[in-house]
């Protein structure tokens, strides 16, 4: 059964269509800004006008849809970019609401304070003398009002990246009193504290000033524990769950698909896809088997759709 390719795709079990991808894109103030992520080959911090042709260019493929992250003007402790009427994120929702030609792409947005901070955490900070940690419970309203921003300026799914305990209950409240009840909510319930986000820290200029996320996001070391957050963000009402990173952690997303029937997607980050270039511009993998491999191996795993920085790339591959 594998003489030809006829014979091959016949008895194929697992299949990578366009739609099933989400692009991430990188928004940042200005106009005609295309900046070039050093780590990240053919990614870029685009202003709106830019990302809008990116946007096209993704309809056009057919994608499923844009992950949309931003880069503020200005930081604050508390990250009040993050819910600002007129934050970048939302000014760019704005403006792809209003474009038909993007009607087939799915807006989803991430919803965490790190890229709006001065101090680069997902949540607001606490100093105890020489200590500083995370505060929980108090991130819970800032970014229960980020979603709801988002959800109001345009976003068809808000997505909670910030891995803080309660806070879909608190965002499912939120939505519901701005009058967006109908807004999905994509939880990453399984997020772990991965050195693989490296790349991207520098595409959306959140890297910690002190200490790491180890205090809230999660030990790469726990399944257990994965299937643990994943009921509890369900049953606090997420509609989708997102599973990151991909590729060390396909274990915890074929446990995932086989406990929870609800639709699940991956995340193959920033280091993912660094790596993977690193090895094609030394000439040690072949870039489109490579790329292929590594999106069906996430599929094959159990996830639905897959966030990756190859969405188009993929999309090209498969016509
Ligand atoms: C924000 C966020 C991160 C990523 C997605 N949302 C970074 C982090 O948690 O530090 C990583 C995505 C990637 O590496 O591509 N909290």
Redesign the pocket.
């Known amino acids: 059964m594998r003489r030809t390719e006829a014979l091959r795709g016949l008895v194929r079990e697992t299949h990578l269509r366009p739609g099933q991808m989400i692009y991430?894109l990188f928004l940042v103030p200005g106009e005609a800004v295309r900046k070039p992520i050093r780590s990240m080959p053919g990614v870029f911090n685009l202003s709106i006008d830019e990302a809008l042709k990116e946007a096209r260019e993704c309809a056009a493929l057919g994608l499923g849809g844009l992950l949309l992250f931003g880069l503020p003007a200005e930081k604050d402790e508390q990250g009040s970019g993050a819910w600002a009427a007129d934050g970048i994120v939302q000014q760019g929702l704005q403006a792809m609401k209003r474009d038909r030609a993007l009607d087939g792409l799915a807006m989803i947005a991430?919803v965490?304070l790190?890229e709006y901070t001065s101090h680069g955490h997902?949540g607001i900070v606490a100093r105890d003398g020489e200590h500083a940690h995370v505060e929980n419970d108090a991130s819970l309203p800032l970014l229960a009002r980020t979603a709801a921003s988002l959800a109001t300026a345009g976003a068809d799914v808000v997505a909670p990246?910030?891995m803080m305990d309660g806070r879909v209950a608190a965002m499912r409240a939120a939505l519901d009193v701005a009058g967006k009840p109908d807004t999905p909510i994509l939880s990453y319930a399984a997020?772990f504290a991965s050195a693989?986000?490296g790349?991207?820290?520098e595409a959306?200029d959140?890297a910690p000033q002190f200490g790491d996320?180890r205090s809230y996001?999660m030990d790469g070391a726990n399944l257990r524990e994965a299937m643990r957050e994943i009921e509890q963000d369900l049953a606090e009402g997420a509609d989708m769950l997102l599973m990151?990173p991909g590729m060390p952690y396909l274990d915890v997303i074929r446990e995932a698909r086989t406990r929870f029937d609800v639709p699940m997607g991956a995340?193959q980050?920033?280091?993912e896809y660094a790596m993977l270039h690193a090895a094609f511009e030394r000439g040690w993998l072949e870039p489109e088997r490579a790329m292929m491999e590594s999106l069906v191996g996430l599929r094959r795993a159990g996830a639905d759709f897959i966030v990756t920085y190859f969405a188009k790339d993929a999309a090209r591959v498969l016509g």
Request: glycine share 4%; with cysteine.
């Open positions: 991430p991430d965490c790190c997902c990246s910030d997020k693989f986000y790349p991207f820290r959306a959140s996320r996001q990151k995340y980050v920033s280091g």
